[in-house]
């Protein structure tokens, strides 16, 4: 079906447009078009507002001086949608739960139509989101470190990234420069007063290093004084060797992601993610074994072929190797992922039922701490990060909810600072995704990031 958004004027377009996408994920909308199935339009008065869909027509006064909610309302209404989310179409749902300060399962349903359960997870998370910005001190950031490597492209990932193959010449030389620009970064950080609470090595696969090379960057870090959560993703266990492993838990390491996103062989093979079920589970064993103090396993619903009791066999292996952190993500259909396959049609309900599977197997035991989305995801489902025994990733709240400041060193990197007074993002600075240019261009950008953090240290 088509469905044709009509109005005059660009005013809260934007919003009821991706709206209506997720009420209608398999029709497409298309903005004043002709010769659509069915039409919306809408008006906004002084005290109410009118949409119109399909023939029926519906007016509500204007809520809480709000006329883009109000008009999602509405829309809600006149389409009788039922999304988990309700008219919710932001990528941060914390920060509506962090809008109020009691009853939040109550008002996140009536104000914006979310289900219980959705609103009971929202609010855990602001309630993390709450705690850890309280614990802050003034002067706070991590350290992001991005190795933008992987052996093979997994066909779903639209992550910036170059491929281990045509690149395994270039690393040694991306290497040279990142360590250049850690130093340099490292320097003006401790010049500038500021503590760092986390660092992160992500990626693509930072494993994907030889050990001598993790070895250099993670002598380069220990030159300088680090802090107790610092992350490592060894993502594909088809990159880990013991001793790698090993290398990262004498450099003091505390949290490794080993990610098996499925453990269903056949789906493996689909998604061409070139490790193997066994890989997997021999990898995490090996990180058991070592002892690091938490390890996170990624998980995908709704993956290309997979059905319900797919995802029920890959969360309930996950399970019973109890990893303190188990991260569940909704599969993204990303245009710059090479996973366009519009014949796949997991349908929102069968991904609706993963969710509901994992948060019943989940919850007695985890509890949710950081919840994201993302527009390309079956009806924007979500990405929950579960965590055991009270102890969240700290990084992962203050990047993905915005809680504190992050300092991003290599290609690709985003360094994003958070006001430490009204708790906002106020400066931003990405830097070039091409490993060549990135090593081309250092020695003008390293001054610039340095000038970047000098000028607004005093504000984070
Ligand atoms: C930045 S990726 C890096 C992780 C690591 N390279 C790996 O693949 O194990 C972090 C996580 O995002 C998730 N992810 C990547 N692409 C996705 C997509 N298109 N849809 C949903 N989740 C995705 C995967 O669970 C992945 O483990
Ligand atoms: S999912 Fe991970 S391993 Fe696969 S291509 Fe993306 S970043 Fe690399």
Redesign the pocket.
């Known amino acids: 079906m088509v469905i044709n958004l009509k109005n005059e004027t660009e005013a809260y377009r934007y919003g009821i447009y991706h709206l209506l996408k997720m009420i209608f994920p398999y029709d497409t909308v298309v903005v004043n078009g002709e010769n659509a199935d069915a039409e919306l339009s809408y008006t906004v008065g002084e005290n109410t507002v009118t949409v119109c869909f399909d023939g029926k027509l519906w007016e509500e006064p204007i809520l809480r001086e709000d006329v883009l909610l109000t008009l999602k309302r509405t829309v809600y209404r006149v389409t009788d949608a039922k999304l988990p989310f309700g008219v919710l179409t932001g990528v941060r749902p914390s920060q509506t739960a962090l809008k109020f300060r009691q009853d939040i399962v109550k008002h996140l349903g009536e104000v914006y139509f979310v289900s219980p359960k959705k609103a009971e997870v929202m609010e855990q998370c602001a309630g993390r989101v709450h705690s850890v910005r309280q614990s802050l001190f003034r002067g706070s950031v991590s350290l992001y470190i991005h190795i933008p490597f992987?052996p093979?492209?997994?066909k779903?990932?639209s992550?910036t990234?170059a491929y281990l193959k045509p690149y395994s010449q270039l690393i040694d030389g991306y290497l040279e420069a990142l360590l250049t620009e850690l130093r340099g970064v490292l320097e003006t950080i401790s010049e500038c007063g500021l503590k760092l609470t986390s660092v992160y090595i992500g990626?693509?696969?930072p494993t994907v290093l030889t050990e001598a090379q993790l070895e250099r960057l993670l002598q380069t870090l220990n030159a300088f004084s680090m802090p107790q959560e610092f992350t490592v993703e060894a993502?594909?266990a088809d990159t880990v060797t013991e001793a790698k492993l090993r290398l990262l838990k004498e450099y003091g390491v505390s949290r490794v992601s080993i990610?098996p996103q499925t453990l269903n062989q056949k789906t493996l093979e689909t998604i061409g993610?070139r490790h193997t079920v066994e890989e997997f589970y021999r990898a995490y064993e090996i990180c058991r074994k070592i002892g690091f103090e938490t390890i996170n396993t990624d998980l995908i619903a709704g993956l290309t072929g997979e059905t319900f009791l797919d995802f029920k066999h890959s969360l309930d292996g996950v399970i019973s190797l109890a990893p303190e952190h188990i991260t569940v993500h909704t599969l993204c259909k990303k245009r710059t992922s090479g996973l366009i396959d519009t014949s796949d049609r997991t349908t929102a309900e069968e991904v609706e039922k993963m969710w509901e599977y994992a948060y019943q197997m989940l919850l007695p035991v985890y509890e949710p701490y950081y919840i994201y989305r993302q527009k390309e995801a079956v009806s924007s489902m979500e990405n929950v990060g579960f965590m055991k025994n009270g102890k969240e990733c700290m990084y992962n709240i203050f990047m993905m909810e915005e809680a504190s400041s992050v300092i991003a060193v290599g290609a690709g990197g985003t360094s994003k600072l958070i006001d430490f007074t009204d708790k906002k993002p106020f400066a931003k600075l990405r830097t070039d995704k091409q490993p060549e240019r990135y090593i081309r261009d250092l020695d003008l950008t390293l001054p610039k990031k340095q000038a970047f953090i000098r000028e607004n240290c005093h504000r984070i």
Do not use: P
């Open positions: 992987c093979s492209r997994c779903y990932c992550f990234l990626g693509g696969t993502g594909r990610n993610r």
